[in-house]
């Protein structure tokens, strides 16, 4: 994101404050100007009321905040702005309900386990146009803490997570995850959480982390993610989640990997240039739903499905994998998959296997489009009349289709990809296999 963008976004959304909070009494913080009312942030938080504005100005403040009351802090911008504490510890602690941050640079550092921004226990905060980076914990820290929103803002190079968030009813928007320890964004053992129209990449394990006990109904919608040291997308341990209108790509092992968890949603996705799978179904994963999404270009399987049960594979563009184009081996039972385009697959002797037998490669009337399928249709139903052959010898399409299917799954990935991506993906797996040295 530009600087520019982030200055007159934490402008605009300053003057919202000063509209919204015309009573109270604000305060200016300058480093270097003797006309200020204070010199120290904290200094400005201790004399101020609930509901008061502290205006930051360009400079560098060396200093843990403790925000113990309902206030807004307004930087001037994020090119200019710092917030620095090398210490180890949270630089920002947030100990009170509905407080506002915007337009800062915050910076940890030292050897602790602090966070950028420390929000524990308190609930319907904002932090809007700010850089989180360096922390030796993650960039932005929410335990127990419910409703609040982080929007337009950078969380790079910290130590742990982008943003970590215990709690509920949280939202990330418009914001770039990068170059972080462990995860862009985890949401951990919380319920109603969504990440939208944001962008997460080059993390050290996953673009996004969903799981844990009491995890459920969490979204992730309209995402860039792509080039994280593992997983693009990792649910583990939860239900009812929902990943929508995303870009996933290049990430080093597999683009979504769903474990344990039920009733996941995928659709409208594009999936593609992973190193084991596009997709995969794992430990125990039941009745989730993949549909009108593309899974192409992985080098191992399109989806892989290995011990789960009652998934639903359908209306999707599935195509040049350099193995199977949907693979279902050991304890997979009652799979259904129907409608579906398989093309250009390269997985032995077909472009689907299930050494099990006990899945279904149609939903009674249609099953899939095969763009190797020989045989014939002698009376134009658009219904072969031989069936496809599965690998693994105990399944087959009983009701192959002549003809490819109109899906509703998005393309190809962003044009700017198509151009790199090859030499990325080359990195990433030299990468992934020396890590595992």
């Known amino acids: 994101m530009k600087w520019n963008i982030y200055i007159s976004g934490a402008l605009m959304f300053g003057l919202l404050v000063l509209v919204g909070l015309a009573s109270a009494d604000t305060y200016i913080v300058d480093d270097n100007w003797a006309g200020a009312d204070y010199s120290s942030i904290q200094d400005a938080v201790d004399a101020a009321a609930d509901t008061d504005e502290i205006l930051v100005h360009y400079g560098t403040y060396y200093e843990n905040v403790v925000i113990d009351k309902q206030l807004s802090i307004v930087g001037n911008g994020t090119a200019g702005t710092y917030v620095i504490d090398e210490t180890g510890v949270d630089v920002i602690d947030v100990n009170h309900d509905n407080c ?83 995860d862009g964004i985890h949401f951990l053992t919380g319920t109603f959480n969504i990440v939208h129209n944001s962008s997460s990449y080059y993390n050290t394990d996953d673009g996004v982390l969903i799981g844990g006990s009491g995890s459920e109904n969490n979204s992730v919608i309209d995402c860039d993610i792509y080039g994280n040291g593992q997983y693009g997308i990792f649910v583990t341990v939860s239900h009812h989640d929902r990943i929508v209108d995303n870009w996933i790509y290049q990430n080093a092992e597999t683009g979504i990997e769903i474990e344990d968890s039920n009733n996941t949603w995928i659709n409208y996705t594009s999936i593609s240039y992973h190193g084991i799978a596009g997709v995969a179904f794992h430990a125990g994963s039941e009745f989730n739903y993949i549909h009108n999404c593309s899974i192409f270009n992985n080098t191992g399987y399109g989806i892989d499905v290995y011990e789960a049960d009652y ?24 799979n259904l998959v129907h409608h579906n385009n398989f093309i250009n697959n390269t997985g032995s002797s077909s472009q689907g296997r299930d050494t099990t037998g006990n899945n279904d490669w149609d939903d009674g009337e249609e099953g899939n489009y095969w763009n190797d399928y020989s045989g014939t249709d002698v009376n134009h139903d658009g219904i072969g009349d031989q069936p496809y052959n599965i690998a ?15 899906t509703s799954a998005p393309e190809k990935v962003p044009e700017f990809a198509s151009i790199i991506l090859p030499i990325i993906g080359t990195l990433l797996i030299i990468a992934l296999f020396w890590r595992r040295e």
Do not use: H, R
Request: charged letters at 15%; one cysteine or more.
């Open 100 to 182: 506002n941050i915007s337009g800062l640079t915050v910076q940890g550092g030292g050897t602790g386990s602090g966070s950028c921004i420390d929000i524990t226990g308190y609930n319907l905060n904002n932090i809007w146009y700010c850089v989180l980076t360096n922390a030796s914990g993650s960039g932005i820290f929410l335990s127990n803490s419910d409703l609040t929103t982080v929007a337009y803002c950078e969380m790079f190079e910290n130590d742990l997570d982008g943003i970590e968030v215990y709690g509920d009813q949280n939202e990330v928007m418009y914001c770039d995850m990068y170059s972080n320890g462990d």
């Open 311 to 334: 998934n639903s594979i359908y209306f999707n563009e599935i195509f040049n994998n350099s193995n199977y184009g949907v693979n279902m081996v050991s304890g997979c039972n009652n």
């Open 392 to 406: 693994g010898g105990l399944s087959n399409d009983t009701k192959p289709l002549m003809d490819d299917v109109n």
